[in-house]
């Protein structure tokens, strides 16, 4: 049995840990004693891995540069002694992969999840010098493994596995009407619904002005954006200002996603960059086609008039433009949802997911 350690900057309701959970609760038992580490603080999956019997340790690091918690933590996995640590997200694979190196860590693998174009000079040295002892760089779409490569990392440590989704078969608990009364969406309301962080990256801008472009066409569209951040009050405001924040709803930090795709018409996605949208995919396994960025990480997910839509980055009459086909025409919208959903539970399982980390763990540590 091989000891794994996990280690990730938090639990917050994000992409990352979501995967990380859903794998460290899955792996099987028999073969691998998981445990999981968190930098800075838990969060919302920490309860999910703790029912699911996984050790769960909170190193506490309170500054960007904070020697304790680096000491902290080197001195957690010289006292557990795993024999694989897998890293995930930038800080984790600095102090992490660091602090594995000084302990004398036999297997490390670094884990990249997104195109992360936000990357210093120094940052992307910071990766390649850490690498030189690292065994496997593991993405979750080919995307950001070229991304990478074009930043000098090594193409031959990268493996690509990726992510996992379940389709839930249960039906939704709310009625339309019901959910709708709640949102405080008319009744007759055409659904468009984007869900993220509210930050740059994601290009909320985007899908509100094609909002208003709709809008000129159709008087029921209507757009939920489901999610909460930074930009939150400048979105508010732009809404406003384009004279459309009745078409335009801000439904914040929501734990009934579920519930609300169950009844979306359709789902947006602008991003500029992404790594692999657990978001996307959920619309997806929920039966909702997609009108999405054309990036790379959109682009293992989405084929363009088969199971969705992908729009050039920024063109946001385009948008508009491919949510009328699907607004307007029901069997068209019918059949890119079954595609689409199709495609999650073929392509995108949790059990593939978990046995590519399976297989990456043996070959790199040895069966």
Request: proline residues 4%.
């Amino acid at each position: 049995m091989k000891r794994l350690m996990l280690i990730i900057p938090t639990l917050d309701q994000g992409g990352a840990e979501k995967q990380l959970t859903l794998l460290a609760s899955q792996l099987p038992r028999d073969q691998f004693d998981v445990s999981v580490c968190t930098l800075t603080r838990g969060g919302p999956y920490e309860n999910n891995l703790r029912n699911n019997d996984v050790p769960v340790t909170v190193i506490g690091k309170k500054f960007k540069l904070d020697p304790l918690a680096y000491s902290r933590l080197k001195q957690h996995i010289q006292k557990h002694k795993p024999d694989i640590v897998h890293t995930w997200l930038f800080a984790a694979n600095s102090y992490g992969r660091r602090a594995a190196q000084a302990a004398g860590t036999p297997h490390i693998i670094c884990g990249e999840r997104c195109v992360d174009r936000w990357k210093a000079s120094y940052e992307h040295w910071i990766d390649r010098k850490l690498d030189q002892k690292t065994d496997r760089i593991a993405c979750n779409s080919s995307g950001i493994r070229d991304f990478y490569i074009e930043h000098g990392r090594a193409a031959e440590k990268f493996q690509v596995i990726p992510n996992g989704m379940r389709i839930d078969p249960a039906p939704p608990t709310k009625t339309k009407a019901q959910l709708f009364a709640e949102l405080g969406l008319p009744e007759d309301a055409r659904l468009m619904v984007a869900v993220g962080r509210l930050w740059p990256q994601k290009r909320f801008k985007d899908v509100i002005w094609a909002t208003d472009i709709l809008r000129r066409v159709r008087d029921d569209a209507h757009l939920l954006i489901v999610g909460d951040g930074p930009q939150s009050s400048r979105l508010r405001l732009y809404a406003k200002q384009v004279t459309i924040n009745e078409k335009v709803h801000f439904a914040g930090h929501r734990n009934d996603v579920r519930e609300i795709l169950a009844h979306a018409d359709l789902f947006f996605l602008a991003s500029g960059y992404e790594g692999q949208s657990n978001a996307l995919m959920e619309a997806m396994a929920a039966g909702v086609p997609p009108v999405v960025s054309d990036i790379a990480g959109n682009r293992d997910l989405v084929r363009h008039e088969e199971n969705g839509y992908l729009v050039g980055v920024g063109q946001r009459a385009e948008y508009a433009r491919f949510a009328q086909y699907l607004l307007e025409d029901e069997k068209l919208r019918t059949q890119l949802a079954a595609a689409a959903r199709a495609t999650i539970a073929r392509d995108f399982t949790i059990e593939a997911m978990v046995q590519g980390h399976v297989e990456m763990y043996q070959a790199v540590a040895g069966r």
